[in-house]
C-alpha cells in the first residue's frame, strides 16, 4: 500500500507546527505605521472622529465641490486648502486628543484622538503633528496595500500549507 506524504497521525501534528510557526512569524512582523482616511463629503467629516497611535497619518480627502481644508483649532496643524479630489495628510508625533475644524466652514468639526504608542510614553498636550505634504491618492493606496502584503501573503501560504496537510476521505469506489 502507498504511503501519503505523512502518515495519517502526524498529519495534524504537522498542521499544528505549520499554523504555530506562522504565528511566530506573523508576530514578528513589525509595526508599521496606519494610515487613517476621512473623507470630506457634503460639508461634513466621515468619520468625524478618529483614533490613531503615535506616529500614524490621517489622510483627508475632498469629494464636495468646494474647497475645505481640515485644521487644528489651535493651529498647530493645516491641510491647506484641498479642492475637488485633492488630498491632505498630517502625521501625529505626540500623544493627545486634538480637535480640528475645515476654515471656510466652521461648523464642520472633527476629532483626532492620538495614543501613545505601546511600550513609549507618549508626550500629551502641545501641537498634534508634523505637516507633510499632502500625498496623491495613488500614493496612499501604495503604501498601505504594501505595508500589509507581507502578513496577507504569509496568511495565505499558511492557510495553504493546511488545506494540503489536512487528510481527506478517500473514495475507494465501493459502495
Given at each position: 500500500?502507498?504511503?501519503?506524504?505523512?502518515?495519517?497521525?502526524?498529519?495534524?501534528?504537522?498542521?499544528?507546527?505549520?499554523?504555530?510557526?506562522?504565528?511566530?512569524i506573523l508576530a514578528a512582523v513589525p509595526a508599521v505605521a496606519a494610515d487613517q482616511a476621512v473623507t470630506i463629503a457634503d460639508f461634513a467629516f466621515s468619520p468625524?472622529?478618529?483614533?490613531?497611535?503615535?506616529?500614524?497619518?490621517?489622510?483627508?480627502?475632498?469629494?464636495?465641490?468646494?474647497?475645505?481644508?481640515?485644521?487644528?483649532?489651535?493651529?498647530?496643524?493645516?491641510?491647506?486648502?484641498?479642492?475637488?479630489?485633492?488630498?491632505?495628510?498630517?502625521?501625529?508625533?505626540?500623544?493627545?486628543?486634538?480637535?480640528?475644524?475645515?476654515?471656510?466652514?466652521?461648523?464642520?468639526?472633527?476629532?483626532?484622538?492620538?495614543?501613545?504608542?505601546?511600550?513609549?510614553?507618549?508626550?500629551?498636550?502641545?501641537?498634534?503633528?508634523?505637516?507633510?505634504?499632502?500625498?496623491?491618492?495613488?500614493?496612499?493606496?501604495?503604501?498601505?496595500?504594501?505595508?500589509?502584503?507581507?502578513?496577507?501573503?504569509?496568511?495565505?501560504?499558511?492557510?495553504?500549507?493546511?488545506?494540503?496537510?489536512?487528510?481527506?476521505?478517500?473514495?475507494?469506489?465501493?459502495?
Amino acid at each position: 500500500m502507498h504511503q501519503p506524504f505523512a502518515r495519517p497521525r502526524a498529519r495534524p501534528l504537522i498542521a499544528g507546527l505549520l499554523a504555530a510557526g506562522s504565528t511566530v512569524i506573523l508576530a514578528a512582523v513589525p509595526a508599521v505605521a496606519a494610515d487613517q482616511a476621512v473623507t470630506i463629503a457634503d460639508f461634513a467629516f466621515s468619520p468625524p472622529a478618529v483614533t490613531i497611535t503615535v506616529g500614524d497619518t490621517v489622510t483627508w480627502t475632498n469629494s464636495d465641490a468646494v474647497v475645505h481644508t481640515a485644521t487644528a483649532t489651535d493651529g498647530s496643524w493645516d491641510t491647506g486648502d484641498l479642492a475637488q479630489g485633492q488630498s491632505g495628510a498630517i502625521t501625529f508625533s505626540t500623544a493627545g486628543t486634538f480637535a480640528y475644524l475645515c476654515t471656510p466652514h466652521p461648523t464642520m468639526t472633527g476629532t483626532v484622538v492620538v495614543q501613545a504608542a505601546a511600550g513609549g510614553g507618549g508626550g500629551g498636550g502641545g501641537g498634534g503633528g508634523a505637516p507633510t505634504t499632502p500625498p496623491t491618492d495613488t500614493a496612499v493606496v501604495a503604501e498601505t496595500t504594501d505595508a500589509a502584503l507581507g502578513p496577507a501573503v504569509l496568511a495565505l501560504l499558511g492557510t495553504v500549507a493546511l488545506a494540503i496537510l489536512v487528510p481527506r476521505r478517500r473514495t475507494t469506489g465501493r459502495e
